[in-house]
């Protein structure tokens, strides 16, 4: 089965940038056989879905609060996705995972596995 780790967060001011990767590895599996999305945790607060990217066409899908600002993108050749965050504020400061998905054009439907550790990401003003 498919194994992930997430990297790529760290500590930035408000207005930067970040890209979180998820690498994945297993054995005759790749993330190309998968939705896949992202999700995040802020201290003391519900885990939240941020963006999905389906499993072979369709529209990616980002929650209203990150739109035009958080691009997500498979690598198949390096079995990596990627989320491009850009102009970061404050309130995305969160533990970030990637997780295996059902992603419809109106969000992520169902978690259906999520592998890593997260990697944290801190915004500050």
């Known amino acids: 089965s498919v194994q992930a780790v997430e990297s790529g967060g760290g500590s930035v001011q408000a207005g930067g940038s970040l890209r979180l990767s998820c690498s994945g590895s297993?054995?005759?599996?790749?993330?190309?056989?998968?939705?896949m999305g992202w999700l995040r945790q802020a201290p003391g607060a519900k885990r939240e879905r941020v963006s999905c990217l389906p499993w072979r066409g369709g529209s990616t899908w980002y929650t209203d609060s990150v739109k035009g600002r958080f691009t997500i993108s498979r690598d198949s050749a390096k079995n990596t996705v990627y989320l491009q965050m850009n102009n970061l504020k404050t309130e995305d400061t969160a533990m970030y995972y990637c997780?295996?998905?059902?992603?419809?054009?109106?969000?992520?439907?169902?978690?259906?596995?999520?592998w890593g550790q997260g990697t944290m990401v801190t915004v500050s003003s």
């Open positions: 297993g054995l005759g599996e790749s993330f190309d056989d998968y939705a």
């Open positions: 997780a295996r998905v059902v992603c419809a054009n109106w969000g992520i439907t169902a978690t259906l596995a999520t």
